[in-house]
Antibody, heavy 116, light 110 residues
Framework: EVQLVESGGGLIQPGGSLRLSCAASGFTVNGHYMSWVRQAPGKGLEWVSV???????YYADSVKGRLTISRDNSKNTLYLLMNSLRAEDTAVYYC??????????WGQGTLVTVSS | QSALTQPASVSGSPGQSITISCTGSSSDVGGSNSVSWYQQHPGKAPKVMIY???NRPSGVSNRFSGSKSGNRASLTIAGLQAEDEADYYCSSYANNSVFVFGTGTRVSVL
């Protein structure tokens, strides 16, 4: 059974750093392209980043240079390293397998709150 | 990376059909068949209702259908039911290897 379990969210001060994890089971993360999607409280969905099976990464302009997507194949886990956090990064962060494909699968999300 | 444009809200009576539009450009919706529609109930993760413009995942009611013409994609919900009341988002692949969501539409069942 496919499962994606996000963790690592919490309250962090502006300018701080946080690393989100997405533990996968039922498939291998390096055999699929994996994305992060976020949703600010009361707002719409926003695509954040993708890592393809070959390792190529892409980012939304709003996070480029501050957020870094990566994966650890030995742990079958996807990561999102978040630096220089801003209030506008406050959101629920979802990891998604095969975004926009028929094999797409979403985790349940982890909440990141950036506030002093 | 501009968000795709959706109407803020659409409403209908039970049994009616409604259509939600999703307008982009030739760089995203118009240039890609990777267009999906999501349903989201409050406090829940999004659920894909349509993928690749007009395909339904297993388990999604055939009351939901998708289409595309030029730079505009559409989601039609036939035979509107109370359980269809939710937020709906479109999303598309863009030709610069990124993805973009629509602004979201609140569907109300009167």
């Amino acid at each position: 059974e496919v499962q994606l379990v996000e963790s690592g969210g919490g309250l962090i001060q502006p300018g701080g750093s946080l690393r989100l994890s997405c533990a996968a089971s039922g498939f291998t993360v390096n055999g699929h392209y994996m994305s992060w999607v976020r949703q600010a409280p009361g707002k719409g969905l926003e695509w954040v980043s993708v890592i393809y099976s070959g390792g190529t990464t892409y980012y939304a302009d709003s996070v480029k240079g501050r957020l870094t997507i990566s994966r650890d194949n030995s742990k079958n886990t996807l990561y999102l390293l978040m630096n220089s956090l801003r209030a506008e990064d406050t959101a629920v962060y979802y990891c998604v397998r095969d975004f926009l494909q028929w094999t797409e699968y979403w985790g349940q999300g982890t909440l990141v709150t950036v506030s002093s | 990376q501009s968000a795709l444009t959706q109407p803020a809200s659409v409403s209908g009576s039970p049994g009616q059909s409604i259509t939600i539009s999703c307008t982009g450009s030739s760089s995203d919706v118009g240039g890609s068949n990777s267009v999906s529609w999501y349903q989201q109930h409050p406090g829940k993760a999004p659920k894909v209702m349509i993928y690749e413009v007009n395909n339904r995942p297993s388990g999604v009611s055939n009351r939901f259908s998708g289409s595309k013409s030029g730079n505009r994609a559409s989601l039609t919900i036939a035979g509107l039911q109370a359980e269809d009341e939710a937020d709906y988002y479109c999303s598309s692949y863009a030709n610069n290897s990124v993805f973009v969501f629509g602004t979201g539409t609140r569907v109300s069942v009167l």
